[in-house]
């Protein structure tokens, strides 16, 4: 039988983080899962009409099973007193099966921003901080508080995932702000790995679990600030992966013990010219 696992997830209003947590609930349903996923959704706001709706009509399940609305991501305060206090209702439930919620198996930090993609004369300082925040901060402040968490389930340890870009090693014209932030990421990631590996010693308790932590980084995708021009040009020469793609990928590693890790991969159209000279 699979054993109930949770997930928090941030980006669910967008494409790729949707696409997230649908994978995640489809492999509930497959006999090589060994895990069964309640996915909570935390952020601004919620998976919006365009996104859940199928040929109009809204489904009958959404894909994740609590949605917590933080008006600030990049609030500390704001973010670890939503997630402190739902779990907290957990550990006071009367129902065995709600307690046993009150746990964290999987990180999942895919919510971000484009912004500033224009000559660099144009991008404010205030433009740059804002991409940072969003892209770097809030992945921090929700890993530094999965960590304190993962450290009170004594050896069980946990997994975060960080939904990078294929732009913070092969930016293209015009994406300082975005592309700086996806390489700073990495940075993140790494140090992360590595403090897993330690969570005893680096959340100063008693934990003797491992915390796998890596990076996806998608290839072209599709998106609503393409323009139409650029969405044609990108289709006809380069290709897309569609965000279901990388849903299941990320669900593939997800589902994996947290004794493996794969540290940093890319998922990409075979034809984009991201190796050698195009």
Not at 58 to 84: C, G, I, R
Request: proline share 6%; hydrophobic share 40%; net charge negative.
């Amino acid at each position: 039988m699979a054993s109930k696992k949770v997930c928090v997830l941030t980006g669910a209003s967008g494409t790729i983080g949707y696409a997230i947590a649908k994978a995640l609930k489809a492999s509930n349903k497959t006999s090589e899962s060994a895990y069964h996923w309640h996915i909570i959704v935390i952020g601004r706001r919620p998976p919006p009409p365009s996104i859940t709706d199928v040929d109009g009509e809204a489904p009958s399940v959404l894909p994740y099973d609590v949605f917590l609305k933080v008006e600030d991501m990049t609030k500390e305060d704001l973010v670890t007193s939503a997630l402190n206090d739902h779990f907290e209702s957990l550990q006071n439930h009367d129902e065995p099966e709600m307690k046993a919620l009150n746990r964290l198996d999987l990180l999942v930090n895919c919510a971000g921003c484009s912004l500033g993609n224009e000559p660099i004369v144009n991008v404010s300082a205030d433009t740059f901080r804002e991409v940072m925040e969003i892209n770097l901060v809030v992945p921090f402040i929700l890993s530094r508080w999965a960590f304190a968490k993962f450290a009170t389930q004594g050896d069980e340890g946990g997994r975060i995932i960080n939904i990078g870009s294929v732009a913070r090693e092969a930016p293209r014209l015009n994406m300082v702000p975005y592309a700086t932030s996806k390489f700073a990421l990495t940075g993140l990631t790494r140090s992360f790995a590595l403090d897993g590996r330690h969570l005893g010693q680096t959340t100063k308790s008693d934990a003797t679990g491992i915390v796998a932590v890596c990076q996806i980084n998608p290839g072209n995708v599709r998106s609503s600030i393409m323009s139409p021009e650029e969405m044609e040009r990108r289709e006809k020469e380069e290709g897309f992966v569609e965000p279901d793609e990388i849903g299941l990928y990320v669900a593939n590693v997800a589902n994996m013990p947290n004794s493996v890790n794969v540290l940093e991969s890319t998922v990409m159209p075979t034809r984009m010219p991201l190796v050698g000279r195009g």
